[in-house]
Every structure is written in structure tokens, then in C-alpha cells.
């Protein structure tokens, strides 16, 4: 009896592990066949359904896009996570809907104004940067964010 119920919980354990590292698998990572749009578009896809994956599974979406000049400043991902969650950036969790609309670009960079409704029905707009990394590495001529400006309140939908 003992035995069998080690091995049940044995087997919740492992199917519970397996779960959360399949969840994380689920995660995009960057390749140089993404376009800078389409960068953008993965990220605020994540954040407006942060914890549908796993808990902070958008977050974390969103880091594993933000160039590692971008990720020096803000720090390791725990910090990245405070970032977004505190007052600046909220907005962008479980928002309802976005508009990614490009104003310029280049061969290494391109710059694009989004357009949020957050849940309380509230637009914001940023300035959103990628450039592309020249680097070596997995991430070489991927598009990465180097820059998300703070938002700027366009005022409520209603």
C-alpha cells in the first residue's frame, strides 16, 4: 500500500515537472526569419495573455525578445518582471486589444508606434524600437527590443 503510494505521488510530481518544462518549451525564441513587426506582435501577444501559459509565461515571452543591451539595463529577468508589473508598464498585461503601426526604419533598426486598450478601456501608445543583433551567437541578425518607450495616455474608449 506504502509503495503504491509512492509511486502515485512519484507520478504527480513528474507529470507536474513535465508540464511546467513543456509549458516553457512553448516559449518562442528568437530566429532571423522574424520580422521586426512580427517581434513586436509575439510580444504583446504574450503580455495580453501573460499567464496563460504558465504564470509571467508573457514576460517571459516578451525577455527572451529584448536585445541583450536592452536586458543589461533592466536587468535579470526577476527584475524585468517588477518592471512590468509596476506602475510604468501594467498596462500591457492582459491589455484587450493593440495596433502596431511602423514609422521608420532601416536595414538595422525599425521603429514602430503601438497602441494599447488596457482592461480598464484606457489607450496608451509607445514608441516600441527593434534593431537587429550583429553579434555572434544563436541570436546573430535577429530582431531584438532595444527600446519601449513609457506610455502615453491617449484617454479612455467609452
Known amino acids: 500500500m506504502m509503495l503504491k503510494k ?4 512519484f507520478s504527480v510530481v513528474i507529470i507536474f515537472l513535465f508540464n511546467l518544462s513543456s509549458s516553457k518549451a512553448e516559449l518562442q525564441i528568437p530566429n532571423n526569419s522574424i520580422l521586426p513587426a ?3 506582435k509575439i510580444q504583446l501577444v504574450a503580455l495580453m495573455n501573460n499567464n496563460e501559459k504558465f504564470n509571467d509565461g508573457g514576460i517571459e515571452q516578451t525577455w527572451n525578445f529584448a536585445h541583450p543591451e536592452n536586458k543589461k ?4 529577468l526577476t527584475n524585468f518582471k517588477m518592471m512590468i508589473k509596476g506602475r510604468s508598464y501594467q498596462m500591457l498585461l492582459n491589455h484587450l486589444s493593440h495596433t502596431i503601426t511602423e514609422v521608420g526604419s532601416s536595414d538595422k533598426w525599425a521603429q514602430f508606434e503601438v497602441i494599447i486598450l488596457d482592461s480598464e478601456k484606457i489607450y496608451h501608445k509607445f514608441n516600441w524600437q527593434v534593431e537587429k543583433y550583429t553579434g555572434d551567437g544563436p541570436l546573430k541578425d535577429c530582431w531584438l527590443t532595444t527600446m519601449v518607450s513609457s506610455p502615453i495616455p491617449l ?4
Open 155 to 158: 484617454g479612455s474608449s467609452i
Open 73 to 76: 539595463n533592466t536587468g535579470p
Open 6 to 9: 509512492l509511486h502515485l505521488t
Open 38 to 40: 512580427e517581434v513586436i
